[in-house]
């Protein structure tokens, strides 16, 4: 098959567009033809080495999946070549302490598709028979392909994690991003008031268009005091974070007293430092997440087919042009997920 591959880190020139392997099923495992594969922010931590794969180069990236069955192993049933599916790309053991307790996403074996394993910047992906689920005929597999790590660590974020409920004000950062632009939707979903932050002016429509009724240009505008005016010097309850550094920073002192900041990604860096006299003094709450449940994934897709959410999609590139997608989000110029179609 064909695949994007890198065999060396850097930046987007490393990723080569050539034969690869063929994923071959073993017992309990499927291989699905990709039909839509999203980029993500992991994926250029990947590349760069900043987070190297744990089974070293060469690799393929690509979490977020949707295609057809093309092979089944042994003890995958129910399944048929040629069904639509979408992957859900957490992988864990079943067996450990906090899987039994059913918390998979902190599973001591756990690992995620395209990260682990290879990915979907292919033309096929083996992936566990149990990670995969119907995809509806009422949803493209380029829609679908948005969904599976960007919405779904949202949803787990805002819905399970920090409960929104109606009429809370929440603060998402980085409303082009994936994770931003699905954050949006969700937390006017359970019917919260949200205001958000963009790199540049032309991003600002964009963002109202999602829901919020708030846009901070951060390059121009201070938004812990934007978060404050906005909400009559209270502070919001809750802030979507995933960028680190000074953001994470500055994102704890937007919030009120008793709120939270959920944490779900350092696509800038790893660190952050906090004066901790707001933590106490305010109660608050630091909250880290990744990903959801596979029963989440499901719940989403049931809130697509019916329209209540909408992945963003920016623009989707030929597999054989992931050089030109993933520059493309290096240079930040997406509003919304970019997918590459092989
Ligand atoms: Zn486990």
Redesign the pocket.
Known sequence: MKAAFFKEHGGADRILYEDYRDPVPGAGEVVVRVRACALNQVDLLLLDGRFPPPEGLPHVNGCEVTGTLEAVGTGAKGLEPGRRVIVFPGF?????E??LRGE?TV???YGYLGAHKDGGYAELVKAPAANVLPLPDAISFETGAAVPLAMLTSWHALVAQANVRPAQTVLVQAAGSGVGSAAIQIARLCGARVMTTVGSDDKIEFARSLGAERVVNYRTQDFVEEAKRWTNKRGVDVAVEHIGGDTFERSVYALTRLGTLITIGSHDTHWGRLDLRHVYSKNLRIVGTNLGSILELQTILDHLVTGRLRPVIDRAFPLREARAAVQHVLDRKNKGKVLLVP
């Open positions: 864990s053991c079943g067996s450990c906090y899987c998979r599973c001591v074996r």
